[in-house]
């Protein structure tokens, strides 16, 4: 930020309370102007608003006509109005937000927003005597408006031409002179922030002096209190975000960067952004993956603001897979057996292994719906597999034996198809064995009667209840759900992960197995499984019947409707496994098997990976970077480094370098921009930790005038929600790992060794903890943690 943009310019030299008075009279007229601007904006969008309610009148009127050509076109004329007037109804909190003065610019052109183009001033447009008139004022917002001129009073925050309103700065101003950000609420203008890129320039708006209002609009974004849910930041972008926003998407374009420097917005905003530039190639659908379902939450409603609904999708790396949900978690060691790649050895067996125990061939709707899968009704359960085949076929009966059913079993696993896939092969093979058993194969040499009485034979066998029986119990098809539930039977576990986990990791993951409810692991359990298995090929569903088509004569005279373009797209966008773009969040955190989770819906994708290696959770960075690197392929990366905290004051980040320092060593912190002269608090609770974590909470409600987030070991995440039962709101209780991407006003951090303790990864755990607040800290340490007499527990001492 320049200096300047943190005082007043007024003319004239008066004392100090008459340039006050004069301050405010400044600032009051620049309210004003910007005022006048956005009524004019309000009055434009509600004639744009009246033009999208005709058009879906018309519309309407158009499906009179009867025929099929003008019902298609109804409805995607009607789909698009909709879509417009639902954007232009939503009046946002601060839809105009900006503002960019500017010298002449090099180039005349104008841009499809009606905005020039030029980038740098033009030859002449700063006089020798350091004086210059604005040519150009752009408004910024979060869609673009054109007026009946089709002049921008409005230009969208993703065109061009409002790069330069977050990448101007006073080192490469370009041709900004002034940057305001406009503070609004509804349709009125509650203040003006501004900040001057050319400091040096004596510049002239309508043959006035320029005005320069305010202490600086990044500072003033910062002094916000925070809420349950992430507000977008598109008034604040500063340059080195920008760069990452409107990065080109080809490829991989890969972020780093600290607590607070923002990472999780930057990937949203990104989001948006790319819709914008190419919403054609974007058509496929944008995949946002979050760690968390709180980081779900706190997310989700940034993209609306932003002016994009329905071609982002927000999910939690345990929502991935359709009709299963993550409820539980894992401990640290049954989470690394789960999430590193030895478990996919261990899948891999225990989907040929399923096979041979016809405990997977039933159905067990109870345990499935235990489990909170939503069609219970697919997962099989116990009968037994039957060791034997008899059939009747040329007048005599002929048998399989168990040891010649092993070795039809054996060769068709012996195929590279997933298992499901393989059940046509495992058919064939039997049917090949009781034609041999047969001894009908050498009855003709001539090959043209061979084939017709082999063709007869397949046909009365497979034809048969007792074979088609037994195929279904022999082989029946496996689901991912069923192989899973097979894996929670300690001895089968054992056998199938032999040499691959020890007799300790097979004992905690069977009984995990067990348990009600999945985690994030077993959901990139199952979407393995899926693709070790596959999924036969169903028959189309027949299309429900209209009531109209019970009536004779109608099917002659009436077109079959067929869907709409609309119902396509929902339909689609509900089916949709792949993404023409995935943007992982956190990406520091996945584990091997979910990284090749998400690279499953990412083949033909570009990438844009967001994370920071000294905030993994993960115990081994090494592997999961190997997958991560499989998941994105040999696409090129490009690489971008965030440097900046914006969240935390300087002293709570010294604080957390403390720990990062032990975490990560030679590791840099990102420097914080602000300090507000409120050092961490520290105290250590006297026996039970409850009364002292209760104090300690409301004490920072009294103090802030946002939310508090009181941060503990995940084992202690349900006793914390009772320590701090009836205190409202904005206070909430989250285990460790759930802390990751939040942020509150000021956050209570509960015995930093046990957090440290829970994991080999737990020194990079709670630096994450200690970077969640945007102005005030307290660490609560408890008699693990060694407090000396001030209360500062030992992880934390110099």
């Known amino acids: 930020m320049a200096a300047q943009a943190q005082q007043e310019t007024v003319v004239g030299s008066v004392d100090e309370a008459a340039q006050d008075s004069m301050g405010d009279s400044v600032r009051d007229r620049e309210i004003s102007v910007e005022q006048v601007h956005l009524d004019r904006v309000y009055r434009r969008l509600e004639e744009k608003i009246h033009e999208a309610e005709f058009l879906m009148n018309d519309a309407a009127q158009r499906g009179q006509v009867g025929t099929p050509g003008a019902l298609a076109e109804r409805d995607a004329q009607v789909f698009r109005a909709g879509v417009h007037l639902n954007r232009l109804n939503n009046e946002f909190e601060d839809f105009l937000f900006g503002r960019i003065d500017l010298l002449l610019g090099k180039d005349g052109k104008k841009g499809p927003d009606g905005a020039y183009t030029a980038v740098e001033p033009a030859e002449g447009a700063v006089r020798p005597d350091n004086t210059a008139d604005i040519a150009e004022t752009l408004h910024i917002g979060r869609i673009g408006v054109l007026d009946s001129e089709y002049a921008p009073l409005v230009i969208d925050w993703r065109a061009p031409a409002a790069a330069p309103f977050y990448r101007s700065t006073p080192v490469d101003p370009g041709r900004v002179v002034r940057r305001r950000v406009i503070r609004s609420k509804g349709r009125r203008v509650l203040g003006v922030e501004d900040d001057l890129m050319r400091p040096e320039l004596r510049a002239t708006l309508d043959g006035g002096e320029l005005p320069v209002i305010g202490d600086g609009a990044l500072m003033a974004a910062l002094g916000q209190a925070r809420s349950h849910t992430m507000r977008d930041i598109v008034a604040s972008i500063q340059a080195e975000q920008d760069l990452v926003i409107r990065a080109p998407a080809a490829s991989v374009t890969y972020v780093e960067g600290g607590p607070g420097t923002g990472k999780t917005a930057v990937a949203l905003h990104r989001a948006a952004y790319l819709l914008y530039q190419d919403r054609r190639r974007y058509s496929g659908g944008i995949l946002i993956v979050s760690p968390t379902p709180l980081l779900v939450a706190y997310t989700e409603g940034v993209l609306p603001s932003l002016g994009e609904e329905g071609q982002v999708a927000i999910r939690a790396i345990g929502s991935l897979v359709d009709g299963a949900e993550a409820t539980q978690y894992d401990s640290p060691a049954v989470a690394r057996a789960k999430g590193s790649y030895r478990m996919l050895k261990v899948l891999r067996k225990a989907a040929r292994g399923a096979l041979e125990n016809g405990a997977d061939a039933g159905r067990d709707t109870t345990r499935a719906t235990q489990l909170g899968f939503d069609e219970p009704d697919e997962a099989p359960a116990p009968v037994g597999t039957p060791g034997r085949l008899r059939v009747v076929a040329f007048g005599r009966r002929l048998e399989l034996e168990a040891s010649d059913l092993q070795r039809v079993r054996h060769n068709a696993l012996s195929g590279t198809a997933p298992v499901n896939l393989l059940r046509p092969r495992a058919r064939k093979l039997l049917l090949d064995a009781l034609w041999e058993r047969s001894g009908a194969s050498g009855r003709h040499s001539d090959p043209e009667l061979a084939a017709e009485l082999r063709s007869s034979f397949d046909e009365d066998v497979s034809t048969e209840d007792s074979f088609i029986a037994f195929l279904d119990a022999w082989w029946p098809e496996l689901t991912p759900q069923a192989v899973l539930r097979a894996m929670a039977d300690e001895r089968r576990l054992g056998r199938w992960a032999r040499r691959i986990l020890n007799p300790g990791e097979v004992r905690k993951v069977a009984r995990s197995l067990k348990r009600d409810g999945l985690s994030v692991h077993d959901i990139a359990m199952l979407d393995e499984l899926q693709a070790i298995l596959g999924a036969p090929a169903r028959p189309r569903k027949r299309r429900e019947l ?46 091997p098997m979910q990284w090749r989770m998400v690279g499953r819906r990412g083949r033909h994708a570009t990438w844009t990976v967001v994370g920071d290696p000294a905030q993994s959770s993960w115990s081994d960075p090494d592997e999961a970077a190997e997958a991560r690197d499989e998941a994105l392929g040999t696409r090129p990366r490009r690489r971008f480094q965030l440097t900046v905290n914006y969240r935390n004051p300087a002293e709570i980040a010294e604080l957390a370098a403390r720990v990062l320092a032990l975490a990560m060593p030679g590791a840099e912190s990102p420097s914080a921009v602000r300090s507000t002269g409120v050092v961490p608090r520290f105290t250590a609770a006297r026996g039970s930790l409850a009364p002292t974590v209760r104090a300690e909470a409301e004490r920072l409600l009294e103090r802030v005038d946002g939310t508090v987030g009181v941060v503990v070991a995940m084992n202690r995440r349900e006793e914390a929600r009772r320590w701090l039962a009836g205190l409202g709101d904005r206070v909430v209780a989250l285990g460790s790992l759930e802390a990751k991407g939040l942020e509150y006003d000021a956050t209570v951090v509960v015995s930093p060794a046990e957090i440290a303790d829970e994991s080999p990864a737990g020194l990079r755990v709670l630096y994450v903890a200690l970077t969640r607040a945007t102005q005030q800290l307290t660490v609560v340490s408890g008699e693990r943690d060694e407090p000396d007499g001030h209360g500062v527990p030992d992880l934390l001492r110099d």
């Open 546 to 591: 209209d009531p109209l088509d019970q009536l004779s004569g109608l099917e002659e005279l009436m077109p079959v409707r067929e869907e709409t373009q609309r119902e396509r797209a929902e339909r689609l966008a509900q089916e949709r496994t792949e993404y023409a773009h995935v943007i992982v969040d956190e990406a520091q955190d996945l584990t």
